[in-house]
């Protein structure tokens, strides 16, 4: 009988765009949440549907006194006895920083998924900076990849992830802004105390973060019976169960309570909390989060 | 109790302690998982729970398993054979092949042949005697092969035991052979005692003596009949280690072995002699055969009866010519009605008094008849008077032509006649007509009624002397002789003293006259004394086997004395001509059996049991079991490292895997039979009381051929659709449109509403047991027809011995009462029924088509098929494989090529299906075709 789940070699980035990119032609250009957005200058190519500094027309209005007499548009005003002021469309671009998890224990999948988590996490990243750099958002990626707004900008972050050898297992979180969205695509595995510390410090700074659990079907079902060795990809180390099938409840309550937690410090702090399943297609965790990025399915 | 071939492997045991240590202290490998939430599980578990031993139950089954191998390999036995190799030298055998081997022959074959092997291995010669063989048989010493060839041809003969012979010289061959070692003497006895004691074995000679002895003697033997007045009692003896009550069955047969009646035979506790009492009138006692005890296929268990206590011949002689226009005038109508019904009646033609006398007597009768004969030509006197003092009974009646002979001192009268006779019924006369006197006490006539109604008008009367009285049988009332008799040296005459018309009485028309004849005709010595057939040298006739079956005489029969013992060269049977034979039996009168016993002076003395009987190896089950551990085992270890796991969310694949497992241990322990015997025990209690009535409905509803199911899936299914396929071909050839087939189980199904049962025999399935035997015979005797398929036709060729379905199909057959077979003779109606045919084939050819043979031709006349009784064959079989060339798919298409692959063959056997179910459902009328030009020729065209 052979072992339920396995390592994985880490998936090959060009591959992985590709399908990053079929997931993400099934959704519309991401728009992230206007409203939620701070005073941004870094101008965009989308409209934000409002006024604000950009370069389309947007409205007429009347002059209210005090602005700036520079802005009357005079031809405009012209025409009747109003003074109108020329209002343009905000343009504004948002950055997003993406984070998928690289460590050994994101290198596995058991023999019901499809796919293994890390390529699970990097398909979900790459779809969103697909997304994103449609859109014109700027798109980030802690240590690896600066805010950057460009069409090609999936492509761009496929290649320097591709390039880059040894990413580290945290990501390096100083540089991400106050007013900015954090998607962190991970398997949360580590202790909920450590993963409470790491994220904290930026709900102080107004970041907003996204958790990203991916999860493979046999760490929630736990379906192992018998005499068992365990083995650590992290850590490699071992642990024997002569009966698993008997600590199997006492496991699936833990891991669940563990998600619990995590999802309750996200929605303390506003953040959001997004569960995807690698015997699951990625669609259903991208459609949530283009959701929640546009504003759409959070409340 | 059981026994080790190799005990020194049980000393494996002693390693059990250390198997033990080893399996508590290795625990089964782990599947090794990768596991990322690692360090969730690491709150559950402590490192030091995980068990490093195997469960105490994993262990134990272990341990069952390396005990098991243990024991298996020290090849134990239940009742273990006791070592036969008695010596290293020469090996003598004294097989005794008697009558009652028969059970247990081949018990007896392989432990003779273990010897003999044995001697081989050593390289001994073997010296082989049999306790029934010729005299100058060979002995040996032979080779290991042509001593087994030798023991394969040997076969029980239907003789007792005789090992005197046999063992006198197997002590002078072993004489020859002593010098290179002692040889040891193995009798492989069966248990009895011979009628001459058995001589100590020559201690010089051979150094140890073997006695195998049967485990269970069941020798059972009828012993004499005696055909009393109104029974026939049959003796029986049984061993005497069998001394409970027991109540079985002798039938009696004609001598076409067709059962006439049947009768308990009764053994009384701690006897070991029974009786059995066939109650039948005497006409039918006369035409019993032999009497054997049913399912006791031994040629003790037969009695051959002569013609001693069968019917007589009686030879009626009249002076006057009949009249064909006045039969009721005719001297002799009155006697031969009177006689035909126990009696065969010979009259002989002609007016030449000489040659009609010496006709007589050559058809060698029982008793003569002169009806009015006064004088006779000289010759025929004296032949007849020599025929008398023979043996032969001569009687005599009166009337007119006697009456006015002067006797004189005639031998043939037994008494003085006065000339001429006495009216007692007269115009002139004072006398009354006289009725008849009480029968005396003594005398042949004893115990019968006296007649009232018959009255006496004219006698001749007896010329009083001395000897008068006591000659006397029957009188009249007034005391005058009505009959009288003599002896004359071993023979008898006598003389009614009316005529054996109605003329001088109404004796002859009255019903005291047949019995009277009957006691008569009783007194005769039969057999037909004077002829050959008493005495002198006679020819065998028809032997027993050994399985008390009555055929022909093997080539080493020799014709037998009067007195001559049975013996290996004159086996029981039957002795002389066809007309007249004596039957020599294998046990005297008062025969019982007894043990055999050595005597107290033999040389050193081992007791074995057969081979057979006793030794049972017990490594296929053990070794079965340990297989079966082992598959536990494995089961156990997958289910504890895990890889059911998948199946652990079906527990229902986990438990039919598991009971897989254990149907396919369980199958090569005791193999498949296991479920259907099974089936099979369960049969008989079930057996059906009434009929199904639905079932009956639907059988009787339309005609249709049955077969018998064998429980093999393909031979019921081709079989199946042979039966469909002759029914069609039935429905579009003849007027006969058969129903679908109906498989029938013989062990419970009712058979009566079949013309035909067609069997495919089946030697791999289990047999039938002997109450559905009873029901096959009953089938068979109450007309109906079994067409048994043995379908070896192909392979039997290649084999010379019976193939398994043939003797399968003899092993059936022995239980039941099954008549002569032939083959179809070429004039027989199933040669032409509906189609004209020469052969029988079916899917193969060549088999004949076995039936109850016709009657013997007598003389020249044909004996078929005019002969033949209007019953129908009840059994026939062939080796053909009908059903096989029958079978057609739905579309007509033949399932099966014939061999040779020959459209007209497959043709052949439609036609032989459709002329046997002609001849089942319309008898022999077909046989009438063979009278048509008898017929026309008396319409006289």
């Given at each position: 009988m052979t072992a339920l789940g396995a390592r994985v070699q880490r998936g090959d980035r060009a591959t992985v765009l590709a399908r990053s990119r079929a997931r993400a032609a099934l959704l519309p250009d991401l728009l992230v949440e206007a409203r939620r957005i701070a005073n941004i200058i870094t101008p965009g190519w989308h409209g934000r549907r409002r006024r604000g500094i950009g370069e389309e027309f947007w409205q007429y209005r009347p002059y209210a006194p005090g602005e700036t007499v520079a802005r009357i548009d005079w031809r405009r005003s012209a025409r009747d006895e109003h003074i109108y002021v020329r209002d343009l469309e905000w343009q504004a671009a948002h950055t997003v920083w993406l984070w998928a998890d690289p460590s050994p224990s994101m290198l596995f999948q058991s023999r019901g998924a499809t796919i293994s988590k890390e390529s699970r996490a990097l398909v979900i990243v790459l779809a969103l900076a697909e997304l994103l750099s449609r859109s014109g958002e700027r798109i980030a990626y802690p240590g690896a990849f600066a805010p950057t707004a460009s069409r090609l900008g999936a492509e761009r972050l496929a290649a320097s992830l591709y390039g880059e050898t040894a990413l580290a297992d945290q990501p390096d979180l100083s540089h991400v802004g106050g007013a900015s969205d954090l998607v962190i695509v991970s398997d949360f595995l580590d202790e909920p105390e450590a993963i409470e510390a790491r994220f904290a410090p930026l709900a102080?700074?107004?970041?907003?973060?996204?958790?990203?659990e991916v999860a493979d079907p046999v760490e929630e079902s736990f379906p192992y019976a018998g005499?068992?060795?365990?083995?650590?990809?992290?850590?490699?180390?071992?642990?024997?169960?002569?009966?698993?099938?008997?600590?199997?409840?006492?496991?699936?309550?833990?891991?669940?309570?563990?998600?619990?937690?995590?999802?309750?410090?996200?929605?303390?702090?506003?953040?959001?909390?997004?569960?995807?399943?690698?015997?699951?297609?990625?669609?259903?965790?991208?459609?949530?989060?283009?959701?929640?990025?546009?504003?759409?399915?959070?409340a | 109790m059981i026994g080790f071939g190799a005990p020194l492997v049980l000393a494996g045991f002693i390693v059990?302690?250390?198997?033990?240590?080893?399996?508590?202290?290795?625990?089964?490998?782990?599947?090794?998982?990768?596991?990322?939430?690692?360090?969730?599980?690491?709150?559950?578990?402590?490192?030091?729970?995980?068990p490093h031993k195997s469960p105490w139950w994993l262990t134990l089954l272990r341990l069952a398993l390396a005990s098991l191998l243990i024991l298996a390999l020290a090849r134990p036995m239940l009742n273990p054979q006791a070592d036969l190799s008695t010596g290293d030298g020469p090996v003598a055998l004294l097989i005794d092949n008697s009558w009652i081997s028969g059970p247990d022959w081949d018990a007896r074959q392989i432990t003779a042949r273990g010897l003999i092997e044995d001697a081989g291995e050593r390289g001994q010669p073997v010296l082989m005697a049999f306790s029934a063989m010729a005299p100058n048989a060979e002995i040996g010493p032979f080779e290991t092969e042509a001593a087994l060839e030798r023991l394969e041809a040997a076969q029980p003969e239907p003789v007792s035991s005789d090992r005197n012979l046999a063992l006198a010289r197997l002590t002078e061959g072993a004489r020859d052979l002593a010098a290179s070692g002692g040889v040891s003497l193995a009798l492989l006895s069966d248990g009895l005692a011979a009628a001459n004691p058995l001589p100590t074995p020559d201690a010089t000679v051979f150094s140890s003596v073997t006695l195998f002895s049967p485990a269970e003697r069941r020798a059972l033997a009828l012993t004499g009949t005696d055909n009393g007045a109104d029974a026939m009692v049959v003796a029986a003896a049984r061993d005497p280690s069998q001394m409970e009550a027991a109540v079985m069955n002798v039938t009696a047969f004609d001598s076409r072995s067709r059962p006439i009646a049947s009768a308990p035979l009764t053994f009384a506790a701690g006897e070991d002699t029974g009786e059995a009492r066939i109650e039948l009138p005497f006409e039918l006692r006369n035409a019993i055969a032999s009497i054997a005890i049913d399912a006791t296929p031994q040629a003790g268990a037969v009695r051959l009866l002569d013609s001693?206590?069968?019917?007589?011949?009686?030879?009626?002689?009249?002076?006057?010519?009949?009249?064909?226009?006045?039969?009721?005038?005719?001297?002799?109508?009155?006697?031969?009605?009177?006689?035909?019904p126990f009696a065969d009646i010979v009259e002989p033609e002609g007016d030449d008094l000489e040659a009609v006398i010496a006709q007589a007597l050559d058809d060698r009768p029982s008793v003569v008849v002169l009806a009015d004969v006064g004088v006779m030509p000289e010759a025929a006197r004296t032949r007849l008077q020599g025929w008398v003092e023979d043996g032969?009974?001569?009687?005599?009646?009166?009337?007119?032509?006697?009456?006015?002979?002067?006797?004189?001192?005639?031998?043939?009268?037994?008494?003085?006649?006065?000339?001429?006779?006495?009216?007692?019924?007269?115009?002139?006369?004072?006398?009354?007509?006289?009725?008849?006197?009480?029968?005396?006490?003594?005398?042949?006539?004893?115990?019968?009624?006296?007649?009232?109604?018959?009255?006496?008008?004219?006698?001749?009367?007896?010329?009083?002397?001395?000897?008068?009285?006591?000659?006397?049988?029957?009188?009249?009332?007034?005391?005058?002789?009505?009959?009288?008799?003599?002896?004359?040296?071993?023979?008898?005459?006598?003389?009614?003293?009316?005529?054996?018309?109605?003329?001088?009485s109404n004796l002859p028309i009255s019903g005291s006259f047949v019995d009277m004849l009957r006691r008569l005709v009783r007194l005769s010595s039969a057999a037909g004394s004077g002829g050959d057939a008493a005495g002198g040298t006679l020819a065998p006739l028809r032997t027993l086997d050994a399985q008390g079956r009555l055929g022909q005489p093997p080539a080493t029969a020799k014709p037998a004395e009067a007195e001559t013992p049975v013996s290996f060269e004159n086996p029981p049977g039957l002795y002389g001509v066809a007309d007249g034979f004596r039957a020599m039996n294998l046990f005297a009168a008062d025969t019982r059996f007894a043990p055999l016993e050595p005597g107290a002076d033999w040389p050193t003395l081992t007791r074995a049991a057969y081979a057979d009987t006793a030794e049972t190896d017990l490594r296929g089950p053990l070794f079965a079991g340990g297989l079966l551990l082992l598959l536990l085992d494995a089961l156990a270890v997958l289910w504890m490292s895990g890889a059911l796991r998948g199946a652990a969310r079906a527990p229902r694949r986990v438990a039919a895997s598991a009971a897989l497992g254990l149907f396919v241990a369980g199958g090569s322990v005791s193999g498949i039979d296991h479920a259907r015997a099974q089936s099979t025990d369960n049969a008989p209690a079930a057996q059906v009381t009434e009929i199904d009535e639905l079932a009956a409905i639907e059988a009787i509803s339309q005609t249709r051929i049955a077969y018998v199911l064998t429980g093999n899936a393909i031979i019921d299914e081709t079989t199946e659709a042979g039966i469909r396929g002759l029914s069609d071909y039935l429905a579009s050839r003849t007027a006969l449109e058969p129903g679908a087939p109906m498989a029938v189980n013989p062990e419970t199904d009712e058979l009566a509403f079949y013309p035909l049962i067609y069997w495919p025999i089946d030697p791999d399935s289990p047999a039938p047991s002997a109450a559905a035997l009873q029901r096959i015979d009953a089938y068979m005797k109450n007309g109906g027809t079994v067409l048994f398929d043995t379908r070896d036709q192909l392979t039997s060729g290649l084999d010379p011995n019976a193939s398994p379905a043939t003797r399968r199909l003899r092993d059936m057959l022995a239980g039941m009462n099954i008549p002569p077979l032939e083959p179809v003779p070429q004039d027989h109606v199933l040669t032409k029924s509906f189609f004209i045919l020469t052969e029988f084939p079916g899917r193969y050819r060549g088999s004949p088509l076995w039936v109850e043979a016709a009657n013997a031709p007598v003389g020249d006349q044909p004996s078929r098929p005019v002969r033949t009784l209007d019953g129908i064959t009840p059994i026939m079989i062939t080796g053909n494989d009908f059903a096989g060339a029958w079978a057609a798919d739905a579309f007509g298409e033949p399932l099966y090529a014939t061999v040779p692959d020959d459209p007209l063959q497959r043709l052949y056997a439609y036609r032989a299906g459709v002329n046997i179910m002609m001849v089942m459902l319309t008898g022999n009328y077909k046989s009438d075709q063979v009278h048509v030009p008898a017929l026309l020729e008396r319409l006289g065209q």
């Amino acid at each position: 009988m052979t072992a339920l789940g396995a390592r994985v070699q880490r998936g090959d980035r060009a591959t992985v765009l590709a399908r990053s990119r079929a997931r993400a032609a099934l959704l519309p250009d991401l728009l992230v949440e206007a409203r939620r957005i701070a005073n941004i200058i870094t101008p965009g190519w989308h409209g934000r549907r409002r006024r604000g500094i950009g370069e389309e027309f947007w409205q007429y209005r009347p002059y209210a006194p005090g602005e700036t007499v520079a802005r009357i548009d005079w031809r405009r005003s012209a025409r009747d006895e109003h003074i109108y002021v020329r209002d343009l469309e905000w343009q504004a671009a948002h950055t997003v920083w993406l984070w998928a998890d690289p460590s050994p224990s994101m290198l596995f999948q058991s023999r019901g998924a499809t796919i293994s988590k890390e390529s699970r996490a990097l398909v979900i990243v790459l779809a969103l900076a697909e997304l994103l750099s449609r859109s014109g958002e700027r798109i980030a990626y802690p240590g690896a990849f600066a805010p950057t707004a460009s069409r090609l900008g999936a492509e761009r972050l496929a290649a320097s992830l591709y390039g880059e050898t040894a990413l580290a297992d945290q990501p390096d979180l100083s540089h991400v802004g106050g007013a900015s969205d954090l998607v962190i695509v991970s398997d949360f595995l580590d202790e909920p105390e450590a993963i409470e510390a790491r994220f904290a410090p930026l709900a102080a700074r107004g970041t907003r973060v996204h958790f990203v659990e991916v999860a493979d079907p046999v760490e929630e079902s736990f379906p192992y019976a018998g005499r068992t060795e365990f083995l650590d990809p992290e850590t490699g180390e071992k642990l024997t169960a002569g009966r698993a099938e008997t600590i199997a409840a006492e496991y699936r309550a833990l891991y669940l309570a563990r998600r619990e937690a995590l999802s309750r410090f996200a929605q303390t702090r506003g953040w959001t909390h997004t569960v995807t399943h690698t015997d699951a297609l990625a669609s259903a965790a991208l459609v949530r989060l283009f959701g929640l990025l546009s504003g759409e399915g959070s409340a | 109790m059981i026994g080790f071939g190799a005990p020194l492997v049980l000393a494996g045991f002693i390693v059990l302690p250390a198997i033990w240590w080893l399996l508590r202290l290795t625990p089964p490998r782990p599947e090794t998982e990768t596991f990322p939430p690692l360090k969730i599980l690491m709150r559950i578990i402590r490192k030091d729970e995980t068990p490093h031993k195997s469960p105490w139950w994993l262990t134990l089954l272990r341990l069952a398993l390396a005990s098991l191998l243990i024991l298996a390999l020290a090849r134990p036995m239940l009742n273990p054979q006791a070592d036969l190799s008695t010596g290293d030298g020469p090996v003598a055998l004294l097989i005794d092949n008697s009558w009652i081997s028969g059970p247990d022959w081949d018990a007896r074959q392989i432990t003779a042949r273990g010897l003999i092997e044995d001697a081989g291995e050593r390289g001994q010669p073997v010296l082989m005697a049999f306790s029934a063989m010729a005299p100058n048989a060979e002995i040996g010493p032979f080779e290991t092969e042509a001593a087994l060839e030798r023991l394969e041809a040997a076969q029980p003969e239907p003789v007792s035991s005789d090992r005197n012979l046999a063992l006198a010289r197997l002590t002078e061959g072993a004489r020859d052979l002593a010098a290179s070692g002692g040889v040891s003497l193995a009798l492989l006895s069966d248990g009895l005692a011979a009628a001459n004691p058995l001589p100590t074995p020559d201690a010089t000679v051979f150094s140890s003596v073997t006695l195998f002895s049967p485990a269970e003697r069941r020798a059972l033997a009828l012993t004499g009949t005696d055909n009393g007045a109104d029974a026939m009692v049959v003796a029986a003896a049984r061993d005497p280690s069998q001394m409970e009550a027991a109540v079985m069955n002798v039938t009696a047969f004609d001598s076409r072995s067709r059962p006439i009646a049947s009768a308990p035979l009764t053994f009384a506790a701690g006897e070991d002699t029974g009786e059995a009492r066939i109650e039948l009138p005497f006409e039918l006692r006369n035409a019993i055969a032999s009497i054997a005890i049913d399912a006791t296929p031994q040629a003790g268990a037969v009695r051959l009866l002569d013609s001693t206590s069968g019917r007589r011949r009686v030879a009626l002689v009249a002076a006057a010519t009949a009249d064909g226009a006045q039969p009721l005038l005719a001297p002799l109508h009155y006697i031969r009605q009177a006689l035909l019904p126990f009696a065969d009646i010979v009259e002989p033609e002609g007016d030449d008094l000489e040659a009609v006398i010496a006709q007589a007597l050559d058809d060698r009768p029982s008793v003569v008849v002169l009806a009015d004969v006064g004088v006779m030509p000289e010759a025929a006197r004296t032949r007849l008077q020599g025929w008398v003092e023979d043996g032969g009974m001569l009687i005599r009646f009166a009337g007119p032509r006697l009456a006015a002979t002067e006797s004189g001192d005639d031998a043939l009268l037994p008494v003085r006649l006065r000339s001429g006779e006495r009216a007692l019924d007269g115009a002139l006369s004072w006398n009354e007509p006289q009725p008849i006197a009480a029968f005396p006490a003594v005398g042949p006539f004893a115990g019968l009624p006296a007649p009232q109604d018959v009255s006496v008008r004219r006698q001749v009367l007896a010329e009083p002397d001395i000897s008068t009285p006591e000659r006397t049988w029957a009188s009249l009332t007034d005391g005058t002789p009505l009959v009288t008799g003599r002896t004359l040296e071993r023979g008898t005459v006598a003389l009614f003293h009316v005529g054996s018309d109605a003329v001088w009485s109404n004796l002859p028309i009255s019903g005291s006259f047949v019995d009277m004849l009957r006691r008569l005709v009783r007194l005769s010595s039969a057999a037909g004394s004077g002829g050959d057939a008493a005495g002198g040298t006679l020819a065998p006739l028809r032997t027993l086997d050994a399985q008390g079956r009555l055929g022909q005489p093997p080539a080493t029969a020799k014709p037998a004395e009067a007195e001559t013992p049975v013996s290996f060269e004159n086996p029981p049977g039957l002795y002389g001509v066809a007309d007249g034979f004596r039957a020599m039996n294998l046990f005297a009168a008062d025969t019982r059996f007894a043990p055999l016993e050595p005597g107290a002076d033999w040389p050193t003395l081992t007791r074995a049991a057969y081979a057979d009987t006793a030794e049972t190896d017990l490594r296929g089950p053990l070794f079965a079991g340990g297989l079966l551990l082992l598959l536990l085992d494995a089961l156990a270890v997958l289910w504890m490292s895990g890889a059911l796991r998948g199946a652990a969310r079906a527990p229902r694949r986990v438990a039919a895997s598991a009971a897989l497992g254990l149907f396919v241990a369980g199958g090569s322990v005791s193999g498949i039979d296991h479920a259907r015997a099974q089936s099979t025990d369960n049969a008989p209690a079930a057996q059906v009381t009434e009929i199904d009535e639905l079932a009956a409905i639907e059988a009787i509803s339309q005609t249709r051929i049955a077969y018998v199911l064998t429980g093999n899936a393909i031979i019921d299914e081709t079989t199946e659709a042979g039966i469909r396929g002759l029914s069609d071909y039935l429905a579009s050839r003849t007027a006969l449109e058969p129903g679908a087939p109906m498989a029938v189980n013989p062990e419970t199904d009712e058979l009566a509403f079949y013309p035909l049962i067609y069997w495919p025999i089946d030697p791999d399935s289990p047999a039938p047991s002997a109450a559905a035997l009873q029901r096959i015979d009953a089938y068979m005797k109450n007309g109906g027809t079994v067409l048994f398929d043995t379908r070896d036709q192909l392979t039997s060729g290649l084999d010379p011995n019976a193939s398994p379905a043939t003797r399968r199909l003899r092993d059936m057959l022995a239980g039941m009462n099954i008549p002569p077979l032939e083959p179809v003779p070429q004039d027989h109606v199933l040669t032409k029924s509906f189609f004209i045919l020469t052969e029988f084939p079916g899917r193969y050819r060549g088999s004949p088509l076995w039936v109850e043979a016709a009657n013997a031709p007598v003389g020249d006349q044909p004996s078929r098929p005019v002969r033949t009784l209007d019953g129908i064959t009840p059994i026939m079989i062939t080796g053909n494989d009908f059903a096989g060339a029958w079978a057609a798919d739905a579309f007509g298409e033949p399932l099966y090529a014939t061999v040779p692959d020959d459209p007209l063959q497959r043709l052949y056997a439609y036609r032989a299906g459709v002329n046997i179910m002609m001849v089942m459902l319309t008898g022999n009328y077909k046989s009438d075709q063979v009278h048509v030009p008898a017929l026309l020729e008396r319409l006289g065209q």
